[in-house]
């Protein structure tokens, strides 16, 4: 008889382990599935040890262990997995099993379908991650060159990209003369496809080249030698769900266990990669990258007019609505970048100042309009929550039916630009008329194949822009600014380089505030200055990386998030945490954040956190902190 100690694979679970009697000695990493509270859960081997060996503990325990029923012939999770979650441990405050969920994908975890089989190999590849600076097109060359370089030495590579989006596009740049080696993972695959990806990857007759999101990023392959991490700044890496893992951590911690190589290539690495790189714990692929040069040249539009009682803003200058008007006769096509989606992210009352907020999440509705039956119809929607009501006609505080919507949506773009040119062609591109990505292709396919006409979209377009396009527009960077993130600035610039990299022709930015030296810095597609004033602003303000932030997060009335800040105070009382409200509280339903900076984590500091009760969210260096 043995005793097995399995780590279970469930959500945020809190449980590290559990201990079952067992007649098979199975193997460590072996998948089993376990009695867990009158439920059958899947979970993994992490210790095996004879009864004999521990009969004075088991005399002691206060509990008697279950059997664990017999399982024919288990999986086995390969070793560099297992140690890629335990070196994790060290990061977040979470439990293997909670971050090996997070690390399988779907149909593993959930048992419809084994690991696949694989000899485990610890290469001696360079572990140290290389930092590749550079356009895009630029990037899939070096891309190609690297896989004829591993392929030449009987490798294998795995190119992992934030979407499935991007899954398409990079298999169309890097698929030539080697389509029978390559094998894709994507989430809009149907079962067949993927049952044939498993296959391919399967078979090591011949070296590999894998393109894959993050779901299917920790599949062990013997000869695997090289990942990229292709678009390393993207915010998709990051998990929704806790424990909020970053994709970008995990898969260079997976490199570093199992001695292979990592590059990380965007047009605007994240700054902290860039501080690294600068500091020689990052490598430097190429050259450094001092300046990018593009061909579509970013032109400033300073609007100086001024709104009257029976006139708004413009909203178009007479310089975009030119150069928009020359790229359509010429048969172009044109992309209008609107930061908020619906016709207005705010609404307000004017006599009283009432500003319409979800009672769920307390964040600000946005009003969204929609089509059913050929009649328009408002409505309230939060982006945080998902809650959806109709549009109120007067105000509940005050009773006022004066009330006016703040800030500038994609509908609202959309109208004004239907004023100007009604007859062109316009698409409409953003969560609301794309809610899906089978969607949001569908519509892209239908603009790209008209001769010509209008994209309008939010940030759920800027994927698909791979395509190119002849003109690219931001309405108001005024708006594309009011980001409640520490990465604002870079997130500008990094979408300003973005349309430019993506344009044939120009890039035209409307603003209403005097030309700064991010906007200097973008139109001479300067990297090295930002990342210099980058640095220097983050070092002073103790931004990540050279601090890290510690965001909690709480909720409940007033009375019960005050006591639980007690608590978390004291548990935390030597790491200083600044407690703060939500700003967007409400009376009957309060949240509270405990925020910590600290120069560098420990395990001291790490087991602290996972202490904390449950209800409490832990995020590390979430982008937003309010």
């Not at 090996?100 to 593993?108: A, K, R, S």
């Not at 089989?117 to 895009?136: C, F, K, M």
């Not at 094998?183 to 079962?191: H, M």
């Not at 998902?386 to 005050?398: H, N, S």
């Amino acid at each position: 008889m043995f005793v097995v100690q399995v780590t279970p694979l469930i959500r945020g679970t809190k449980l590290e382990s559990l201990s079952y009697f067992s007649s098979v000695e199975y193997p460590i990493g072996s998948f089993v599935e376990v009695p867990i509270r009158g439920k059958t859960q899947n979970a993994i081997v992490t210790e095996i040890r004879p009864v004999s060996t521990t009969k004075t503990a088991l005399k002691a325990a206060t509990f008697s262990l279950r059997k664990l029923p017999q399982q024919p012939d288990p999986a086995v999770l390969p070793e560099t997995i297992r140690s890629t979650a335990t070196e994790l441990t060290k990061l977040y405050p979470t439990t293997v099993g909670a971050l090996l969920f997070q690390l399988l994908p779907t149909d593993i975890r959930n048992g419809s379908r084994l690991y696949p089989p694989s000899d485990t190999y610890l290469h001696q590849e360079e572990t140290t991650p290389q930092v590749l600076t550079a356009r895009i097109d630029e990037r899939y060359v070096a891309y190609q060159s690297f896989i004829r370089t591993t392929f030449a030495h009987k490798g294998s590579i795995m190119i992992v990209v934030p979407t499935a989006v991007d899954v398409e596009h990079t298999v169309k740049e890097l698929q030539k003369g080697i389509e029978d080696r390559l094998v894709i993972f994507s989430p809009n695959q149907t079962k067949k496809q993927r049952d044939g990806a498993y296959r391919k990857l399967s078979d090591t007759t011949a070296a590999k080249l894998i393109i894959t999101t993050p779901s299917h990023a920790y599949l062990e392959r013997g000869d695997l030698m090289t990942i990229v991490i292709e678009q390393s700044s993207s915010s998709h890496y990051v998990m929704r769900q806790r424990p909020y893992l970053d994709h970008r951590t995990a898969l260079i911690t997976y490199a570093k266990v199992s001695g292979r190589s990592i590059l990380l290539g965007d047009t605007v690495p994240r700054t902290e990669d860039e501080v690294k790189r600068r500091q020689e714990q990052y490598l430097t692929y190429g050259e450094d990258a001092k300046r990018i040069a593009f061909t579509a040249p970013l032109s400033i539009i300073t609007q100086k007019d001024k709104p009257k009682p029976e006139q708004p803003f413009k909203l178009f200058s007479n310089e975009l609505v030119t150069s928009v008007e020359r790229a359509l006769e010429a048969r172009g096509h044109v992309f209008f970048y609107a930061a908020r989606r619906g016709l207005a992210p705010v609404v307000a009352c004017i006599d009283c100042g009432h500003i319409f907020r979800c009672p769920d999440s307390n964040t600000p509705y946005s009003l969204i309009r929609t089509q059913q039956n050929g009649e328009e119809e408002r409505w309230f929607i939060s982006s945080t929550s998902g809650k959806r009501v109709r549009a109120a006609d007067v105000c509940p505080q005050c009773g006022s039916w004066r009330l006016r919507e703040r800030g500038i949506g994609i509908q609202s773009v959309y109208d004004e630009w239907q004023k100007i040119m009604p007859d062109s062609n316009v698409t409409l591109l953003d969560n609301i008329t794309a809610p899906t990505a089978k969607q949001a292709t569908k519509l892209v396919e239908e603009f790209f194949a008209k001769k010509s006409g209008v994209l309008i979209g939010t940030q759920v377009a800027l994927p698909f822009l791979s395509r190119g396009v002849d003109v690219s527009a931001i309405i108001s960077l005024d708006a594309a600014r009011t980001i409640p993130t520490w990465r604002a600035d870079e997130y500008l610039f990094r979408l300003l380089l973005r349309l430019r990299e993506c344009s044939a022709k120009e890039v035209l930015v409307q603003s209403r505030s005097e030309t700064d030296n991010l906007l200097i810095h973008a139109t001479r597609g300067a990297v090295e200055r930002f990342y210099d004033e980058e640095i220097a602003l983050r070092e002073m303000l103790q931004y990540p990386p050279f601090y890290t932030f510690v965001l909690l997060t709480w909720q409940g009335n007033k009375k019960t998030v005050l006591d639980i800040e007690k608590n978390v105070s004291r548990a935390l009382s030597d790491y200083n945490p600044q407690f703060y409200y939500n700003p967007n509280n409400q009376p009957d339903k309060v949240e509270r954040h405990g925020l910590i900076r600290i120069k560098e984590t420990n395990q001291e500091f790490i087991t602290k956190l996972r202490g904390l009760p449950p209800y409490i969210k832990i995020q590390i260096n979430p982008d937003r902190i309010v």
